[in-house]
């Protein structure tokens, strides 16, 4: 596994301090981005949370995933989560260290009392004495929210007080562009009101020594979900259903529960998972198995495969201006650009980190994670060899049918309204739903290039 360090440099650790006007949780930062550019210790917000023991419990539930494993867990790694000012809320993220979980905490407008909510993302200090304190708020008591340093003064001092270097697989990068595409697909599946959201998610079984292998699923059962052994229509994938256990810490706050998740189909699939809290919703999403990472799904690659998309995606960029709500629709208004070449531009720049998807709001959302498109597609093995089979002329065209030779063997490749088969083992075993394979991904790339120089399909 390709794996780089990456440095989170904080002016002092985070910390929940007690003062005479309450309780003040100081969240630090560490380098990021903003409309002004680059900033060592970017200030997003100062202000009160409405319900400041929902917040704290959420943040934990976002920290929790962050230093999670929930496959091989004996390796252990935790990158502190992310957060990205959006003018109208805070948005806190984390990935576990599997790659199979991703976890985000909208902060709405409602949820946040008295100042303007800034622009921009960075990592935030997450360490074990402030999740400590975190866990001892009570109802009762107001919180001040500070994310960012306390002066602006303090980005000119001498070098950083706390410094953090974690390991950084290039798979994690993948995988928050893979969580994302994945879940434009998903649709509105089920929503369990509070006391039928609690039941459903205490039932579910708590983590183990060993996750759990293969696929469950659940139905639509008037206001609440049945299990079911097979996915009948309806039906949604709840692939490792002790991964939800974190979930636990906000369930006494809980007002509804949403699930998200595509069309049944027979085969494993990703699903989110929702909490509706006041003025807040956490969502987890989980991929199809336990032991099975986001990062190999597949779904971006047709759209890095194109010629336009990274054209497109410098286009795309410079209209994203840290908006909550992106839609095609609108960007292909304003770019001139078709819907279907927008989402491309979209997946692309998803690949880099710089947007997110928002299921409630069914809209991307756009946040700058400090990671470059080139490197996601330079070491996603699928993508690199199709280029190879492509640029090697590897690839006969003959009308519908495609000839592909690798290694020793010759593959044919058809295309039927549209969609790529292939005879390679890939394909027998996964069908398409875990993206193409490389001959199918090297035969688009041929064809457009024929395409594009005149030639017959």
């Known amino acids: 596994m390709t794996r780089t360090v990456q440095a989170l440099a904080y ?6 301090e007690s003062s005479q006007a309450g309780q003040l949780l100081g969240l630090e930062t560490a380098g990021g981005l903003t409309p002004r550019g680059a900033e060592p210790h970017p200030r997003f917000f100062e202000g009160f949370l409405a319900a400041p023991h929902v917040a704290a419990r959420g943040l934990l539930c976002v920290a929790d995933v962050a230093a999670a494993r929930y496959y091989q ?3 252990l790694s935790s990158l502190d989560p992310v957060v990205t000012g959006n003018g109208d809320r805070l948005r806190f993220e984390s990935f576990s260290g599997c790659c199979g979980v991703y976890a985000r905490l909208d902060v709405l407008g409602e949820g946040l009392e008295g100042a303007e909510t800034g622009h921009g993302t960075t990592n935030v200090d997450v360490n074990n004495p402030l999740r400590e304190a975190l866990s001892r708020i009570a109802g009762s008591d107001p919180l001040h929210l500070r994310v960012g340093p306390k002066e602006m003064a303090v980005t000119t001092l001498d070098g950083p007080v706390v410094e953090k270097k974690v390991p950084l697989p290039d798979r994690w990068l993948r995988g928050f562009a893979e969580a994302q595409v994945a879940s434009a697909s998903f649709d509105l599946r089920a929503e369990l009101p ?4 609690v039941r459903f998610l205490r039932s ?3 983590a183990s020594g060993q996750a759990s292998r293969g696929a469950r699923w659940v139905v639509p059962a008037g206001k609440t979900l049945r299990p079911t052994t097979r996915p009948v229509s ?3 994938c709840l692939p490792g259903p002790e991964r939800l256990a974190t979930l636990q810490r906000v369930l006494r706050y809980a007002t509804a529960l949403r699930v998200y998740g595509p069309p049944a189909d027979g085969v494993a699939t990703a699903s989110a998972w929702e909490v509706v809290l006041p003025g807040m919703r956490l969502t987890l999403t989980l991929s199809p198995d336990a032991s099975r990472g986001f990062s190999g799904e597949g779904g971006v690659l047709e759209a890095l495969a194109t010629d336009d998309a990274s054209a497109d995606a410098e286009l795309i960029s410079v209209l994203l201006a840290w908006e909550p709500r ?3 629709a609108r960007l292909a208004e304003q770019s001139g650009l078709p819907v279907e070449r927008v989402r491309a531009a979209l997946t692309r720049l998803g690949t880099a980190g710089r947007v997110g998807y928002d299921l409630a709001d069914a809209a991307y959302f756009h946040r700058e994670l400090p990671y470059d498109a080139d490197r996601a597609e330079r070491h996603n093995p699928r993508l690199v060899a199709a280029r190879k089979l492509a640029q090697e002329g590897a690839v006969a065209l003959d009308g519908d049918l495609a000839a592909v030779n690798s290694g020793d063997h010759r593959y044919q490749v058809r295309e039927q309204a549209g969609a790529l088969s292939c005879t390679c083992q890939w394909w027998a075993d996964y069908r ?10 090297a035969v688009r790339m041929v064809r457009r290039g024929a395409v594009l120089a005149g030639g017959v399909r």
Do not use: D, F, N, Y
Not at 11 to 16: C, D, E, G, I, Q
Not at 432 to 441: F, M, N, Y
């Open 234 to 236: 309806g039906a949604v």
């Open 432 to 441: 398409g739903k875990r993206g193409p394979c490389k001959h199918a991904l």
């Open 11 to 16: 002016s002092r650790p985070s910390a929940l």
């Open 73 to 75: 867990r004996t390796l």
């Open 204 to 206: 579910l079984p708590r």
């Open 194 to 197: 509070a006391a039928e959201a």
């Open 326 to 328: 992106i839609e095609p």
